[in-house]
């Protein structure tokens, strides 16, 4: 009775020491990225001579980590601007709200080195359309998929060095006859995290 009743208690004590790890890690994980964005520009505009310019943006990202391998990452900036260009000529401006809500699988079992891929949906706005002095448009509202690899390095605990990879697809429809602008950037991005 004494042998049963002593394997029980290390039972629990074993248990409840891995349910307290596993709690004072917290599910949050906010990081800062410094994102360059280097635009695809097909589609019929594109073929067109139409295109907007590549740039660096600054990018935040909140994850929730629902396992230590299944997250949910929203991906948000504020509104970007962009020259627009005929064949490499400016001929107006647009900003873009590209907000973005991935699935991620993160690898586990690997130390400070947290590989991960993520698939989801991405919403992007375009505003403040100038171009040609407004005799052209374009359509304001697109939705499309995004995929994603990239992994973080643990410095501690709670701060991490992140390496990100995106493929989006986004498009707008330019007005006067010249067609879809599939913009479908890759991003890459490097930045810290912080686990809260």
Same mark, same amino acid.
């Given at each position: 009775?004494?042998?049963?009743?002593? *394997?029980?208690?290390?039972?629990?004590?074993?248990? !409840?020491?891995?349910?307290?790890?596993?709690?004072?890690? !917290?599910?949050?994980?906010?990081?800062?990225?410094?994102?360059?964005?280097?635009?695809?520009?097909?589609?019929?505009?594109?073929?067109?001579?139409?295109?907007?310019?590549?740039?660096?943006?600054?990018?935040?990202?909140? !994850?929730?980590?629902?396992?230590?391998?299944?997250?949910?990452?929203?991906?948000?900036?504020?509104?970007?601007?962009?020259?627009?260009?005929?064949?490499?000529?400016?001929?107006?401006?647009?900003?873009?709200?590209?907000?973005?809500?991935?699935?991620?699988?993160?690898?586990?079992?690997?130390?400070?080195?947290?590989?991960?891929?993520?698939?989801?949906?991405?919403?992007?706005?375009? !505003?403040?359309?100038?171009?040609?002095?407004? *005799?052209?448009?374009?359509?304001?509202?697109?939705?499309?998929?995004?995929?994603?690899?990239?992994?973080?390095?643990?410095?501690?605990?709670?701060?991490?060095?992140?390496?990100?990879?995106?493929?989006?697809?986004?498009?707008?429809?330019?007005?006067?006859?010249?067609?879809?602008?599939?913009?479908?950037?890759?991003?890459?991005?490097?930045?810290?995290?912080?686990?809260?």
């Amino acid at each position: 009775m004494k042998k049963t009743l002593l *394997a029980v208690a290390a039972i629990c004590a074993l248990t !409840s020491g891995a349910a307290f790890a596993q709690q004072a890690e !917290s599910p949050w994980l906010v990081r800062l990225r410094a994102v360059h964005i280097d635009s695809d520009n097909g589609g019929a505009a594109g073929r067109a001579g139409v295109s907007i310019n590549d740039k660096w943006i600054p990018e935040v990202d909140v !994850s929730y980590f629902f396992t230590p391998n299944f997250a949910a990452e929203l991906i948000l900036t504020y509104p970007q601007k962009h020259d627009v260009r005929l064949n490499g000529g400016k001929i107006g401006s647009l900003k873009h709200l590209p907000p973005t809500l991935l699935a991620q699988y993160h690898f586990t079992g690997l130390g400070a080195f947290k590989p991960y891929v993520g698939a989801g949906i991405n919403y992007t706005r375009f !505003s403040s359309v100038n171009i040609l002095d407004g *005799a052209l448009t374009v359509k304001k509202n697109s939705w499309g998929p995004a995929l994603q690899v990239g992994f973080d390095y643990a410095l501690d605990k709670n701060w991490s060095l992140n390496f990100d990879v995106k493929k989006v697809y986004m498009d707008t429809t330019v007005s006067g006859g010249i067609g879809k602008l599939k913009v479908d950037p890759v991003l890459v991005g490097v930045g810290v995290g912080y686990r809260f």
